[in-house]
């Protein structure tokens, strides 16, 4: 699942290839860009940094030009050999590819890929409205609590912890086993979950978050994620499943011990 920690993993692969870099050949060879001139655009100039924030990805290229990709639920980004190498996914869903010497980092599926200005990165509110990123070495968890409280105290609190003005990086997966492991109820209102019981969410999941960005293995972390009707590890009650507020996301959780 693209969540903050497949970001990160996907730019600590995707920085040493480019970062500091010129590209040798960018392409874009999906249709929708075929006005768009991006290799031209971006011809000459180093990737300045590879950042990830929350579940967004940016290239910042030299002269004031940053890609800005979100996966959603069916991007990807990798890293493969420029040669020889059997791609994941066909090549026609290749949004972007860019190869510097041996390397190529392929962009497939967008569905959210743009070439926007520097500026225009510090305005827009799905980037500059972003909460603290959970998977960030430096993690504000005051100011976490600060935004939670100024949101909506009805809604649940597995539903308001998606929220990415809130805290950057948690999607539903995160959402799910976070609840779990701290043994709080996603279905509660967020006004009824204690900054205690808040912060064991988040402390819980946030060094699994990090360990996944630092090898890629985000799988081994699902505990009760798509086991409705199966027994609780902990407790041995029967998994519930249910979606859950105005995307619906499908939410796992155990009523014998997530209070
Ligand atoms: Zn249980």
Known sequence: MPEGDTIHYAANRIRPVLEGRVPDAIRTPHPRFGRDRWPE???GRAVRAVEARGKHLLLRFEGGLTIHSHLRMTGSWRVLDAVGTRWPRAPRRAWLTIRRGERLVVQFDGPVLELMTDGRTRFDQRIAGLGPDIVA????EARVLRRLRED????PIGDALLDQKTVAGIGNLWKIEGCWLAGVDPWRPAGAV??????????AVRPRMQQSARDGMQDRFKTIYGTAGRPCPRCGTLVRSRAMGD??????WCPGCQR
Do not use: K, N, Y
Request: hydrophobic fraction near 40%.
């Open 247 to 252: 995307t619906g996301r499908m939410t796992w």
């Open 152 to 155: 909506d105290p009805t809604r």
């Open 194 to 203: 204690s900054d205690d019981e808040v912060l064991a969410i988040v402390r």
């Open 41 to 43: 655009r971006l011809a």
């Open 137 to 140: 070495e430096a993690f504000d």
